[in-house]
């Protein structure tokens, strides 16, 4: 839960000082040493400036009774009172927003904080798009449409520099639109490093709450739309009366005037095309490309709900009509376990862009398998090739690590670079103008390249490094296959069962099911490697599992404390077990860690 950062935590929050004299600089418009300010700041403050935004006062226009009965709020009411009562009497306030930025809610469990946030109009009414406030958590996290945290002096605002934000926009699950926003508000000298880790979670919540809220038609066709993208390679979309739905395909390989056109064209097959029905049609988009539409009406009886529709680019005509489905190869790729749809269908992609020579973006939560995945497709299609895999988080403490990049690109077939969003502005910089020179015309032929990276949004100065890599491919996190992990934990038993036999009780299978896993994959490895060091045969019993999926802690945590437990443990497992890294991973001290640990009865090894 926030509270004063004690002396003996790495504080790893922008220089105050510093930030407050650039801040003056830049509003003076004098020279400003812009290097001490985070790049999503910065184009946030000049946003502002050419918007006008007034630094020194707080004007905003007022919505006397916004709507409190809409989908959003009925949706998001329960995650935030419960939220609001773990909360209750610390001073932190957590904000709902449309997204336009007007305040539709507060919960504050101060009274000091409440009257603030009064003050300077944070309340419900009011709107905090950045528009009329400048830099903020509500209105930057709207406007850069991701994640946002803004400390102190980062605010455009004066009256905010005593405050610390962490917004993040709501997604609508079935339309993927941005519906609102949630934001975590306290005192600055409060704000710990992980406020933005419980924003998100309670965004997650809220989106998943406004699943269960959506339609049975909605869902409907999203079920379908998403069947339709496991099952189909390349463009597939979705549209209803009020949504539409488009994969990374038809996001990538469409123009926008080709979108409009295969969306008029879908519109106009609807019509007359009753539910449960298919038709196939040749169209010509606007470039002149030939396509064909595979579209399926989704619904029931006489009601239609939507439309599905897989695309193919420059495809005859079928002589048979409707093509209903070429699913692709689904053979596991060595040295690898599962066959969850979702797993199964992230695997092919990556194995489609090394087919293709595609470079490549792999996402994921720390944990889920991004390295074993690339390693596994490197194996089957080429195991004879040189492999390299390169750390960019030991770009910072080793000087000639560009140099050691530039090197592996000039001898070796494939190069996998992890970890790609630790590197800091100068490094990123630098290996993209490296890799722009690689992929030259009058070079040799370049070697294929991946990069990994986690789920969370990059930050600006990685835009040039991932324009490199026209396409991303997200793998799933372990709760998301939970029918896989049986045969993992087999795998993994017979890796360290040093010979003996070695099994999982019913009893703590089920334990082992209804753990949340935030370290994925990796964090079951290291969890069995514990278990076998002191049970070496038979049955693995609950009792001998670790604490964090057996006893957390001797007390119930709060919502704040369980998102900083899981964000240890998922750093933990991204570390292999290094106290050392995660603390550096996290921007705390080892003594925080340590007793991080201790508290929330995590065990680690290393």
Request: glycine share 8%; with cysteine.
């Amino acid at each position: 839960m926030p509270r004063s950062a004690p002396s003996n935590v790495a504080d790893t929050r922008p220089d105050a000082d510093g930030v407050a004299i650039t801040r003056e600089h830049f509003l003076t418009e004098e020279d400003a040493a812009t290097e001490r300010v985070r790049a999503t700041i910065l184009a946030s403050w000049q946003r502002s400036r050419e918007l006008k935004v007034a630094p020194d006062r707080i004007e905003l226009p007022y919505l006397r009774d916004p709507d409190s009965d809409t989908r959003l709020t009925r949706s998001a009411e329960p995650v935030l009172r419960r939220l609001g009562e773990q909360l209750k009497g610390q001073p932190v306030s957590i904000i709902l927003t449309d997204p336009s930025g007007l305040v539709l809610s507060r919960r504050t469990g101060d009274h000091d904080l409440e009257r603030y946030l009064d003050r300077v109009k944070l309340a419900p009414g009011f709107s905090y798009a950045e528009e009329f406030v400048g830099t903020n958590g509500i209105g930057t996290a709207l406007e850069a449409g991701r994640p946002t945290e803004v400390f102190g002096h980062e605010h455009y605002a004066e009256h905010l520099e005593t405050l610390a934000c962490a917004g993040v926009p709501i997604q609508d699950p079935i339309s993927g639109r941005t519906v609102g926003a949630v934001d975590l508000t306290c005192w600055r000298k409060d704000a710990e490093s992980l406020l933005l880790t419980v924003a998100q979670s309670a965004a997650e919540q809220i989106g998943q709450a406004l699943l269960a809220d959506a339609g049975m038609q909605e869902l409907q066709v999203f079920q379908a739309y998403r069947r339709t993208c496991r099952r189909m390679s390349g463009i597939v979309f979705a549209l209803t009366n009020d949504a539409v739905m488009l994969n990374d395909q038809a996001r990538s390989l469409l123009q926008p005037g080709e979108q409009s056109a295969l969306l008029a064209y879908a519109g106009h097959t609807a019509e007359d095309l009753a539910p449960g029905k298919h038709r196939s049609l040749a169209v010509t988009l606007p470039t002149g490309t030939a396509a064909r539409m595979y579209c399926e009406q989704v619904g029931s009886g006489d009601t239609s709900a939507g439309l599905v529709v897989h695309v193919k680019l420059g495809a005859a005509a079928p002589s048979s009509g409707v093509v209903r489905s070429s699913s692709p190869n689904a053979m596991a790729l060595p040295g690898l376990v599962g066959d969850a749809a979702s797993w199964l269908h992230a695997c092919q992609d990556v194995e489609g862009a090394y087919r293709g020579n595609e470079w490549l973006a792999v996402e994921g939560e720390p944990g889920v398998g991004k390295l074993a995945v690339l390693r596994a497709v490197q194996l089957r299609r080429q195991p004879a090739t040189r492999f390299t895999v390169l750390d960019a988080g030991h770009a910072a403490e080793n000087l000639r690590w560009l140099d050691v990049v530039r090197e592996a690109l000039a001898s070796s077939d494939s190069v996998v670079i992890r970890h790609i969003h630790t590197l800091d502005a100068a490094n990123a910089r630098e290996l993209s103008l490296l890799l722009q020179e690689v992929r030259r015309p009058d070079r040799a032929p370049a070697p294929w390249v991946a990069v990994t990276l986690t789920s969370a949004p990059p930050r600006g100065e990685f835009e040039p490094v991932l324009r490199l890599f026209p396409r991303t491919v997200e793998l799933p996190p372990l709760r998301l296959r939970m029918e896989d992990l049986p045969a993992l934990t087999a795998f993994f038993l017979a890796k360290l069962g040093h010979g003996g036999k070695i099994t999982c009780s019913p009893d703590t299978m089920r334990v082992l099911m209804r753990a949340a896993w935030p370290g994925n994959v990796a964090q079951l490895q290291l969890l069995l490697h514990q278990v076998v060091q002191h049970r070496r045969s038979g049955a693995i019993q609950p009792q001998d599992l670790p604490p964090e999926v057996q006893t957390i802690s001797r007390r119930v945590l709060n919502p704040l404390e369980a998102m900083e437990r899981d964000a240890i443990v998922r750093s933990l497992a991204d570390a292999g077990g290094n106290k050392a890294t995660a603390a550096r991973a996290l921007g705390v001290s080892r003594a925080t860690i340590y007793r991080k640990i201790h508290e929330y009865g995590i065990v680690a090894s290393g």
